[in-house]
């Protein structure tokens, strides 16, 4: 589509300041949808004015502009207008432009607020326009996300125009699925999502581009994945062998596990791949779950492997399991990118040879210099992007092992099932007995001083604990300043405890051997950044003080917390907020009346809109334009429907009726962003 630069009133310089905002061509610009409408339809003669109301009123100048300067620096305008019923002054502040614009008996129309001075009416800096040339009063009218140098009347304006501009654009929705779901049509749509004739037309609108956009990203996730669904895959024969596993176990499944247990039993026997995801509040415990499945794998003569984000995990997970198949004969390995390359080699012998019934590492696992003899089932723990990427690595040397994910990010349902279509869910939504919730306090910087002379008591008591700074996302270097600062503050504070350090730029080795200290208790406060976040397990850490908690997300804050509260001891975990805005409080009171994952993300995903919820980076989502991922889930349902009954008749979108919706769902496919 055209260009914007060539859309009237645009221009070079403008586009640049579009351009910013992604917007290139008319058509992008048609997309950039308004935030939200202001309703300047009610005209109201000027006697019926109240104080405080927000209208339009028409009306004749009767005394143009004078300017009085009261200071050096605040000029006041003042004009008086009349209609039939009564007068009204009109005054801006600090405006040189509007001097000379008005001559007696011109008539307009003025939008803005009524006030009161001096007990004559008053509008403030209103907008207005020529009578007989309306364009933005007497009507609806749309504001914009705005951007520097663009003003609401700009994008008003251009927004006009494109539309004109653009004339009657194309629709690519077909007219049988608009009728089956009550969608509206694109030029209806296209106008009204703008410049709405009412706000009925306004809702049916959105409502359409909500339906479009969910769609679109439907077709793009269902299209990824195609390929997974109908593998072959390896069958085990035996899958009640894990009963034997569990009666291993020092202590009874829960009924949750047993439950997810089962389900992913029954895909590993049923003949085709699985694709489980396994959902879990922070201990839940996901890993017995896990152990039991490779159990089953290793029993059936198979090879498994588990895959961790963090070295750290990685040899945990290897600890663990460990533990559990202790004088089973079950041989797990390690492997790890920062392993001594002799290590490595040795590694991948037994891993080729078959010696190796199980591997535990990071990434490196799947690497092309490892050969597996029969790999059969890959656990993928906090692996969210373990995806169609990873598989075909693995596919491409010969193996189709079952996939089970497991995640401690507890998302809505409905949202789980956009990001995750691909996936069977099962979820772990009962604890283990015996857990006391972790207390959790918000307070702000005034408070530092009884949450260290807190931190003492407990420490100087035996117990340890950790403080968490943020992640600073852009430079990675401050994010090691804070941590690090903070770790030397402590140690002035504490100079009889052992205060450890841990960031994501130190060598894993490093980290290693901090954390080791840590869990053998030589190290009392450990000062790290969120490289703990996942999974890590220090029964004897029963406080957390986490520095900066507004700038987390509540589901990020929620796993981090997991990790205190493992003993027996009560836990507790201090939130440092900055910032007094109602949402952070908002958020930090969901954290301290809550311990539902589930509830804390949805309460999130309220807090904070969809936008910042799906980081691209944590869930592998595009932005929304206009759909709200929670408010709109109504919607999602529908366009779920819809992208169902597409697909049905016509599983890849090759014929001409869908070549549209195809080339969309390709783009964002292309862009990379969508993970799965
Ligand atoms: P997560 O789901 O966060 O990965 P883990 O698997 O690490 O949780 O389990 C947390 C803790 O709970 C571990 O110490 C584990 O041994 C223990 N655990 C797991 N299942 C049970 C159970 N059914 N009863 C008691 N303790 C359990
Ligand atoms: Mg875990």
Redesign the pocket.
């Known amino acids: 589509m055209k260009d914007i630069r060539y859309l009237k009133g645009v221009g070079e310089k403008r586009a640049e300041l579009f351009a910013k905002k992604g917007i290139n061509t008319v058509e992008d610009l048609l997309y950039y949808f308004p935030r939200s409408h202001e309703d300047r339809s009610e005209m109201k003669e000027i006697a019926d004015c109240g104080e405080g109301e927000t209208v339009c009123v028409s009306v004749t100048v009767f005394s143009p502009v004078r300017d009085v300067r009261v200071r050096k620096n605040m000029l006041i305008s003042t004009m008086i207008v009349s209609d039939r019923t009564g007068a009204l002054n009109v005054v801006w502040y600090n405006n040189r432009y509007v001097k000379g614009q008005f001559m007696t008996g011109d008539e307009y129309i003025l939008y803005g607020k009524i006030t009161r001075n001096r007990g004559k009416k008053e509008m403030v800096n209103p907008v207005y326009e020529k009578k007989g040339n309306e364009r933005f009063t007497g009507k609806i009218v749309p504001l914009y996300p705005l951007t520097e140098g663009l003003t609401q009347k700009i994008l008003q304006s251009a927004m006009e125009l494109a539309i004109k501009d653009a004339g009657r654009l194309e629709e690519y929705i077909p007219a049988d699925i608009r009728e089956k779901y009550k969608i509206a049509e694109l030029n209806y749509a296209m106008k009204n999502v703008h410049f709405p004739e009412d706000f009925e037309s306004y809702n049916i609108a959105r409502e359409r581009f909500v339906f479009e956009e969910l769609l679109i990203l439907q077709l793009a996730l269902t299209g990824h994945r195609e390929e997974n669904t109908e593998l072959a895959g390896t069958v085990f024969k035996d899958a009640l062998c894990v009963r034997e596993f569990a009666k291993t176990l020092p202590?009874?499944?829960?009924n949750a596990?047993k439950r997810v247990l089962n389900e992913i039993m029954s895909d590993c026997k049923s003949g085709k791949v699985m694709n489980r995801l396994v959902q879990?509040d922070?201990?839940?415990?996901?890993?017995?779950v896990a152990a039991a499945a490779v159990y089953a794998a290793v029993k059936n003569g198979h090879q498994a492997a588990m895959m961790a984000p963090t070295e750290i995990l990685a040899m945990q997970h290897k600890e663990t399991l460990d533990k559990f198949f202790k004088g089973m004969g079950i041989n797990v390995v390690l492997l790890t990118g920062s392993m001594k390359v002799k290590e490595k080699r040795l590694a991948y012998d037994m891993i080729s040879s078959g010696a190796a019934d199980v591997v535990v590492g990071t990434h490196a696992i799947i690497q092309k210099e490892v050969e597996f003899k029969d790999l059969a089932l890959v656990v993928a723990d906090e692996q969210h992007r373990f995806g169609v990427e990873q598989r075909a690595k693995l596919a491409a040397k010969g193996n189709d092992p079952h996939i089970l994910i497991m995640s401690?990010t507890p998302i809505p349902r409905t949202l789980a099932l956009i990001l995750y279509g691909d996936l069977d869910i099962s979820v772990i939504d009962e604890m283990?007995?015996g857990r006391k919730a972790v207390k959790t306090y918000a307070v702000g910087e005034s408070m530092r001083k009884r949450v260290f002379a807190f931190l003492e008591k407990n420490v100087r008591s035996g117990m340890q604990a950790y403080v968490v700074c943020p992640l600073v996302e852009e430079t990675e270097k401050s994010d090691l300043q804070n941590a690090e600062l903070l770790s030397e503050k402590l140690a002035a504070i504490f100079p009889d405890f052992k205060i450890g350090l841990m960031h994501g730029r130190m060598r894993p080795k490093v980290k290693e051997s901090v954390m080791d200290e840590f869990l053998r208790g030589d190290i009392q406060i450990l000062v790290s950044t969120t490289v703990i976040e996942v999974?890590v397990?220090v029964p004897n850490a029963n406080i957390m003080i986490i520095e900066n908690a507004e700038r987390f997300g509540l589901s990020q804050l929620h796993q981090l917390r997991?990790r205190v509260g493992?003993g027996n001891e009560q836990a507790y975990c201090i939130l440092i907020a900055h910032g007094n805005s109602e949402v952070t409080k908002k958020r930090m009171e969901t954290m301290c009346i809550s311990n539902d994952g589930f509830y804390i993300s949805e309460q999130d995903l309220k807090l904070r809109g969809p936008g910042d919820f799906f980081g691209t980076r944590q869930h592998g989502l595009p932005e929304m334009k206009i759909a709200n991922l929670f408010e709109d889930r109504d919607i999602l349902a529908v366009s779920q429907m819809a992208a169902k009954d597409i697909l049905a008749e016509d599983p890849k979108l090759e014929s001409e009726k869908y070549k549209a919706l195809r080339e969309r769902a390709d783009k964002i496919i292309n862009s990379g962003i969508v993970m799965n």
């Open positions: 202590f009874p499944l829960t596990q879990g922070v201990g839940s415990g996901k890993t017995a401690a283990p007995p999974g397990n997991g493992r």
